[in-house]
């Protein structure tokens, strides 16, 4: 009978028990020869390929990004067919001409030295497998194509509105990802990506007049010149119209550059001892603000690692390009013309994607706010320190720097189009309700966790999420759960309620009745979301007291914050319409009570939040 216990117990924990995230894996070696005159370029590729996964692949499935530059592409009829298009695309696409769309055409595919069959669906190449990867098995895939730059209008192209020539982001066949919910071979109609991580080997052959900076370490340097040389090495730079520049990348999931024959670059050693770039077309007026960006950038890095955990590349690169602002691995595009305080705004966000999506890896399809939201609120942090520190001109720093966030996704949850954080980036029905979700509604998702759990066990818990997951592609569930072991509450209700339904916080003080004994308060719960709550009432005398309401579904409490006195209530349950508390007299008289003085609770009226003796 013990060993059938054993047996049973044994099983139970084998089938329940987590097993290690495996990670499929690739690595590119790309040889790019550009015809700058012609905005096109031919590549071939040698992708090697580990299937990594207990799964026998029969298909693979490659990006092809560029097609969707292209008259009625998916992209293309979703920006002029949704409710509110945005502005940078709207009808661009569907006016394009035949030498401003962009293409990639496959011209031949081989896997492991056999030719193999494949079709181009718009964005998506189809490849059928003759053989198949079996799990452990490794694949050879040599791919050559060729492939025109569209104009510019999305994140990628040429000719950008501040006249870079080249913004070469999303520009290559790349690997789908595969991983434990299958593939991942999205349609590219203008929102986030997702990769696989891998080791990248490029060579690009461009006219020598064009300076390229890539996500990359540039192998070749004294070949190129343009500031890149090693002074301790003479310049070897060839005699024909084209150099050939070489770059490797380790364990990224993405390769981006951009080339411009007016391109200067700034570099310096930054404090944590990586080597930041900074790339603008030089003597278009902006000189000043990009020279100054430097020594922000390098105080914003040292916050950043602080918060978030340790940048783990040497190098980090600014390039001037895209349409605004656009994360790559070790790199951003972003427009260059911005007065100071803009410029290091994207230029601090940007960055900050480089721990939330570069290094952690979330499928932005399906948890976009884990990466703009949570991007966006660590940006909102570091830019207050840098503020208190006198560092951005003009601009002063704020008791609780996420106020506007709140107030932003109050207006999202009361506009009638909010959609569920579970929805899929690509299917929102609107492009306000999707940006306020991924980037606000995200952004609310830790401010106000802090809240919950307490400052400390969040901030420590942020650290482990990244040190848990970095190049490990977490889900929402996997997030949650790292911070439920740092607080050691339970945090499921958080999720169902803020992630996955539209529930919202508005909690009001009902009222206050005063007897010879003591001062009986009732709270009201409006909203469908219930949450723990800080009140703090405020003594004639001017003494303040917290008294704090765990909610029954945490299963504990968040410790004391540092502050006021805190006198603990019983546990308050998510059914509960409201309840009531006793405070004792003695020799005080109650003259305010205030539900989450500090807002960090995402209370849809604070109006009511509050009630004053008069």
Known sequence: MKQLLFLFLFGATTLSAQPERWQQRVNYDMKIDMDAAAHRYHGAMTLTYTNNSPDTLGQVFYHQYFNAFQPNSMMDVRSRTIEDADPRVADRIFKLKPDEIGYIQVNSLKHNGKAVKFLSNETILEVTLTEPILPGGTAVFEMEWDAQVPLQIRRSGRDNREGVAYSMSQW????CEYDYQGWHSNPYVAREFY????????????????LIAAGSYLQNPQEVGFGYEDPAQPLRLPTGDKLTWHFKTPNVHDFCWAADPEFTQATIKAQDGSTMRFFWQ???GYDDAWQKLPAIMDRARTHMNTLCGKYPYREYNFIQGGDGGMEYPLATLITGNRPLNSLAGV???????????MILGSNESLYAWMDEGFTSYAEEV???ELAREGLLPGQG???NPHDGTYLAYNRLASSGKEEPLTTHADHFETNF??????????????????YVIGKEAFTKGLLRYFDTWKFKHPNANDCVRVFEKQSGLELDWYKEDFVNGLKTVDYAVDSVYENDKNTRVSIKRIGLMAMPLDIVVTYSNGDKETFYAPLESMRGEKPQEAGTKRTLLPDHRWVDPGFTFDIPEKMKKVAKVEID?????????????AWEKK
């Open 597 to 609: 003085p500090t807002h960090r609770m995402a209370d849809q009226d604070w109006e009511n939040n």
């Open 397 to 399: 720093a704020e008791e």
């Open 172 to 175: 290559y066949p790349k690997l």
């Open 195 to 210: 990769g696989v991580w891998g080791d990248y080997d490029v060579t690009i052959s461009m006219d020598k007049k064009y």
């Open 282 to 284: 030089k003597g278009k």
């Open 347 to 357: 230029a601090i966000h940007e960055q900050l994607h480089s721990w939330y999506q």
């Open 382 to 384: 570091v830019t207050n």
């Open 433 to 450: 309700g999707y940006s306020l979700a991924a980037y606000v509604k995200g952004d609310v998702f830790l401010a106000q966790l802090e």
